[in-house]
């Protein structure tokens, strides 16, 4: 058991799977471990490499591995998925993550700290909040619809809806429907009780965020992009560059090409698709302001490019402007204009 160097984890709710093997690549070790069963067996072992993919709880997990001295490197599942040999199942996956987890140009994400960890964690709060809300705006939308009661598009005017149901004079929707929208109703007016004390919390967190205070700098970028940007992107030294990042994010085009032709599609929509969404909004508001008739750059891309379209080369800009602030620690200065 002293002579493994290198182990693939395969993760799960309560079974796990281990593949070990030695310096010369020889299986050492291949067996099974119960939930209770993994830190008292890892405790044992001499420092080694553990390779895990970046899966759900896989950061709690690095986090105490490394504590009993092992060195752990986390591997994004779509890289170790190319090592799986035949059929996948337990044992096949551990041993594609201990190959995986030893080939040199092998890229791994950085383990996220429990604060990190939780900065990130009430994002994915407000995310499903968010889209709780948006279910119920429409199902509500919807069926007053069927009894000819339509308000303007935009949630600012759900409203009008809410005020229907509470007007005890409105008899439009009949009664045995009018409890149930009434109800749903009160749980809209909940949620959004609800997010404005998530966003509260965000906000809090960033003013104590040396990062977030940067980003927020950044025409475009507000207290919610800032402040999942910070608590997202742990370490932006991973990347080489910005344009690595913004890469990394999905907001570059898709290529196909094979014997030196290269076709370029749309975006990819790789990465985190929260901070894509964010960094695209915050770029339709720079459009929408000043600042997009003020820009020569800007003014030139709305004129050759939809609005949309626009928006998405805005935001892998954005994106390249928050690696470089990330990186230097500083805040954005404008480039004087020149005269």
């Known amino acids: 058991m002293n002579n493994v160097s290198t182990i693939g984890l395969d993760l799960a709710k309560k079974v796990f799977q281990v593949h070990g093997v030695d310096q010369a690549g020889e299986v050492l070790v291949r067996r099974t471990l119960r939930r209770s069963q993994v830190l008292a067996y890892f405790g044992k072992l001499a420092p080694c490499l553990v390779g895990m993919e970046a899966c759900a709880t896989a950061h709690y997990w690095a986090r105490e591995l490394s504590k009993l001295g092992h060195t752990v490197r986390l591997i994004p599942p779509a890289y170790a998925k190319a090592y799986v040999r035949r059929n996948k199942n337990d044992p096949a996956d551990a041993a594609a993550i201990c190959e995986a987890v030893a080939r040199p140009a092998m890229r791994f994400v950085t383990i996220k700290t429990a604060e990190q960890q939780a900065a990130a964690g009430v994002h994915k709060v407000r995310e499903l909040l968010m889209k709780q809300r948006t279910m119920l705006m429409n199902s509500l939308r919807g069926l007053m619809a069927e009894f000819g009661i ?176 990330m990186m230097r620690q500083e805040d954005f200065r404008t480039v004087p204009a020149a005269a």
């Open 150 to 325: 339509v308000v303007a598009e935009g949630p600012r005017h759900i409203g009008e809806l809410v005020s229907i149901l509470a007007d005890p004079g409105d008899q439009r929707v009949p009664a045995p429907l009018h409890g149930g929208l009434a109800r749903m109703a009160d749980a809209l007016l909940h949620l959004e009780r609800q997010i404005k004390v998530v966003d509260k919390q965000i906000l809090d967190w960033g003013r104590g965020n040396a990062m977030c205070r940067h980003l927020i700098t950044i025409p475009g970028f507000g207290p919610i992009l800032s402040s999942a940007m910070a608590a997202v992107v742990v370490n932006p030294a991973t990347f080489r560059s910005g344009r690595d990042f913004s890469a990394s994010l999905g907001l570059v085009p898709r290529q196909d090409g094979t014997g030196g032709k290269v076709k370029l599609g749309p975006i990819s929509k790789r990465g985190n698709g929260y901070l894509r969404r964010l960094l695209v909004s915050g770029a339709m508001t720079v459009l929408s302001g000043k600042r997009a008739k003020q820009d020569p750059w800007l003014v030139k891309l709305l004129t050759t490019k939809a609005r949309k379209v626009a928006a998405v080369a805005l935001a892998n800009k954005m994106a390249r402007i928050a690696w470089a602030m």
